[in-house]
Every structure is written in structure tokens, then in C-alpha cells.
């Protein structure tokens, strides 16, 4: 019973080891800091963003709804990493500039670029039109909106509120010359997340930061 007990306990504790690796990646390119030594911009575009809700939530929604949700989430997301990388570059903690998210969302439109159409580009396309070094592009998806806005049409709309239980954020830092992935980042997170995308992205980037190359680590 005794060596029972022991195997099962060793079976739960790879799985949970398994599960965790499995929530929690990261990937730096071996030259990143060579690479980004030369950068002198970056760019944050939209992030693909996908709000898994519950069957009955989402029936009480149309399609054009859902879409609209999760576009908004993309775009605050979007909105919170650039405040994440200006707070840091304030500090004197960031190496590199961050073009304004006003003006790349704004060159984006220009150039007839839908938020449902960036991904059909590739990295180096998109870095060469925004005139950047390298640009930050990615997924999220939530089990709950977080963005303010979202939240409370989705309250309005079903009587849902509420912080969000899970998150998951993949992150590519791509090199703008050669469209190479510098940097990838996929992080779950579950739990109360804070009540909006500022709380969440410092949260997710909190064990991450040193590890990107425009960190100044001196």
C-alpha cells in the first residue's frame, strides 16, 4: 500500500511538472542580445485575442458581438504592453524606443491593414511598413474579458461581471530585417488576474522582463 501511495504520488507530481512546462514556455534566440543591440525601434501590434466563454454566455451574443469583444481585447492589450515597455524605458530600464501604438495602429489603417488581417502578413513585411527594428505581435486568449470596456458590455448585454480565471499570452519578438524570432513567451496564468490589462500584462511579463535583450541589466 506504502509503494502504492508513492507511485501514485510521483504520477501526480510529473503531471504537474508537465502541466506546468506545458503553461509556461520561454525561447530566446542565441543572438537576441547581439541582434537587439543594434535595434533603435520597436513596434507592439494588436495581439489575436480569442474570449472563451461559457455555451450559454455566448448564446446570448451574436457573432458580431463576440468579435467585437475580442478585438477590443487585442487592442487593449496591445495598449497595456506599450505602457509596460514606456514605464520601463522612463525608468531608464529599456534600451530601445517603442514606436506609439497611435501612430503604428494608425500607419496599419492607412495601408488598408484589418485587425483580422495583420496575421496574413509576416514579421518583416509588417516591420518594414511600420519603418521599425523589430515589432511584438502574439496571441491572448481570456475566459473573461479584462478589458474595462468588454466587461462591462458583456455585463450590460448577459448580466456577467467579474474578474477573469484564466489567461494564457503567447508573446514573439520578431527581427524586423529577416522576420527571425528573437524572443517567444507563452504564459497561463489562473486566478483573480487584477481588474484590468494593466494588472494582467505586469503580471505575465513580470518573471520575463530580465530576459529580454532590451533590458538594460546593469
Partial sequence: MTKFKALITLVIFIFIIN???AQNRLY??????Q????HQMIAILPFKATVNLR???????????????????????QESMYSWFLTRKGRGEMVVNVQNTVETNAIL????????SISKYTPKE???????????MGSFETSK???EGASIALGLLIGFWGSTDKAVLNMFIYNGEDGETLFNYNRAVNGSLGTNTDNL??????????????TNKK
Fill in 126 to 136: 509588417l516591420a518594414g511598413l511600420l519603418g521599425v527594428d523589430a515589432v511584438i
Fill in 28 to 33: 530566446e534566440h542565441p543572438n537576441f542580445p
Fill in 109 to 116: 489603417e492607412k495601408n488598408g491593414f484589418e485587425y483580422n
Fill in 19 to 21: 502541466v506546468s512546462y
Fill in 201 to 214: 500584462i505586469n503580471r505575465l511579463m513580470r518573471k520575463s522582463s530580465r530576459k529580454i535583450a532590451y
Fill in 35 to 38: 541582434i537587439a543591440a543594434k
Fill in 145 to 147: 474579458p479584462m478589458s
Fill in 55 to 77: 455555451p450559454k454566455q455566448m448564446e446570448q451574443m451574436t457573432s458580431e458581438q463576440l468579435a467585437d469583444m475580442a478585438k477590443l481585447e487585442g487592442y487593449n492589450i
